[in-house]
T-cell receptor, first 115, second 114 residues
Framework: AQSVTQLGSHVSVSEGALVLLRCNYS??????LFWYVQYPNQGLQLLLK??????LVKGINGFEAEFKKSETSFHLTKPSAHMSDAAEYFC?????????????FGKGTRLSVIA | GAGVSQSPRYKVAKRGQDVALRCDPI?????LFWYQQALGQGPEFLTY????????KSGLPSDRFFAERPEGSVSTLKIQRTQQEDSAVYLC????????????FGAGTRLSVL
């Protein structure tokens, strides 16, 4: 079975500061990993994904994540937070073909950005 | 349309009423998923279709929940005799189904059962 743990239900950073959102996963097979962002009253938008290949993945809006198999982690980072980054962030794992396999989500981390 | 469309966006139901939630996937997407997102939680899988075939319904919480996709396009999630614990946002996602493709999510339907 697959599971995702997001450490910290709420993270607060100052504008311009580093953003670090933590995600650890468990998977019995090589995982596909995702970060989605959810703005209030909106659906989930993909930030980035890891399937195979390069372990450092770059996404939209300046976000990136690194797949570390030995640590079973896929932490999300951004060098400099912007006010518009305030949202809910979800890490997800797919045990197989992400096109036809349900995603397993973490509980989410709410990011607040302080001016 | 350009994205996944869900309707209604908001639904208020009295306990015991039946509700139907609609999902219009991206045109041509063969895979369609329903997720339930309780307040303050991540989405949880309910059921999955490939074209008109419901391949996995292991996440449906009770036999009051029923989903269909009769022509392999639009899908409807029906909840019978709604209970307060059914209050949640119901998200629909679609995918082309090809290896490594992503799921595209709609904005969801927020169901409140009073």
């Amino acid at each position: 079975a697959q599971s995702v743990t997001q450490l910290g239900s709420h993270v607060s950073v100052s504008e311009g500061a580093l953003v670090l959102l933590r995600c650890n996963y468990s998977s019995s097979v090589p995982p596909y990993l995702f970060w989605y962002v959810q703005y209030p009253n909106q659906g989930l938008q993909l930030l980035l994904k890891y399937t195979t290949g390069a372990t450092l993945v770059k996404g939209i809006n300046g976000f990136e994540a690194e797949f570390k198999k030995s640590e079973t982690s896929f932490h999300l980072t951004k060098p400099s937070a912007h006010m518009s980054d305030a949202a809910e962030y979800f890490c997800a794992v797919s045990p197989g073909n992400s096109g036809n396999t349900p995603l397993v989500f973490g509980k989410g981390t709410r990011l607040s950005v302080i001016a | 349309g350009a994205g996944v469309s869900q309707s209604p966006r908001y639904k208020v139901a009295k306990r015991g009423q039946d509700v139907a939630l609609r999902c219009d996937p991206i045109s041509g997407h063969v895979s369609l998923f329903w997720y339930q997102q309780a307040l303050g939680q991540g989405p949880e899988f309910l059921t999955y279709f490939q074209n008109e075939a419901q391949l996995d319904k292991s996440g449906l919480p009770s036999d009051r929940f029923f989903a269909e996709r009769p022509e392999g396009s639009v899908s409807t999630l029906k909840i019978q005799r709604t209970q307060q614990e059914d209050s949640a946002v119901y998200l629909c996602a679609s995918s082309s189904g090809h290896w490594g493709t992503i799921q595209y999510f709609g904005a969801g339907t927020r169901l409140s059962v009073l």
